[in-house]
């Protein structure tokens, strides 16, 4: 099965959220949202990602996951004794998840006119984990959302990544990419708008790189990321 026809085939849809002190509210606006069979494929990219992020976490560390799918992290992130919330439209890999990662919070939201998403602990979302921008981040509903995200809740840290397919790699001096690729491949434009909003908000480059998912798909498995923290203020 082509790429083509993976995204046609499983085309979801996802209502837009509106924070609200900690709480997360749907509004009648929808997303499209695409399943990818490569996504399952957790294990080997979950450690990678730790690998990249460990030296920056801070003990009892509180994850949100935005639009976490499969989660690669999760089971990392359980193992060294963090906490993660979870939210996705994909069903099956929410059920999954609760199944597999019974201590993590797994919610499916797009079948609730209004989900309130709690922080799993007293304490605020400490560490956000976007993991796969893609065009719909560009929106200014999504970019909304992030916004009351960043405010009500002050993560420290940041993670969004997305793959490379072939476009030149960013580094900490030109972390955006190249305009001239976001023409060509349009879901580069959530990954720039993304950054450009952690900017907004005091965030600071820590890491800038690359990696690989070990994917069978040649044009996912390569992948972009950059870390950000809040500057101290």
């Keep these: 099965m082509n790429k083509q026809s993976v995204k046609s085939s499983a085309q979801k849809t996802l209502r837009i959220l509106h924070l609200e002190k900690p709480a997360l509210i749907i509004l009648n606006k929808t997303i499209s ?8 494929n957790v294990n080997s990219r979950g450690k990678t990602l730790l690998n990249i992020i460990k030296l920056h976490l801070e003990p009892g560390d509180n ?15 359980l193992e060294s004794g963090y906490r993660i919330t979870g939210f996705d439209n994909n069903r099956k890999a ?7 990662y019974p201590k993590g919070i797994w919610i499916h939201s797009s079948s609730f006119e209004k989900l309130n998403l709690q922080s799993n602990s007293d304490r605020p979302f400490s560490a956000i984990l976007l993991l796969g921008a893609f065009e719909i981040c560009s929106q200014a509903s999504f970019l909304s959302l992030m916004d009351k995200l960043l405010n009500v809740n002050k993560p420290r840290l940041f993670f969004v990544e997305t793959n490379r397919n072939k476009i030149k790699a960013p580094t900490i001096a030109s972390p955006f990419v190249d305009e ?11 990954y720039n708008a993304v950054l450009k909003l952690l900017f907004d908000h005091y965030y600071e480059i820590l890491d800038v790189g690359q990696y690989d998912a070990q994917f069978k798909e040649d044009w996912a498995t390569i992948r972009i990321y950059a870390l950000l923290r809040l500057k101290e203020t």
């Design 33 to 40: 949202r695409y399943e990818y069979p490569y996504l399952k």
């Design 63 to 77: 994850f949100l996951d935005i639009m976490c799918g499969y989660s690669p992290l999760a089971g990392p992130l």
């Design 94 to 100: 929410i059920k999954d998840l609760r199944k597999i």
């Design 180 to 190: 001239l690729e976001v023409i060509r491949q349009p879901h580069y434009k959530g």
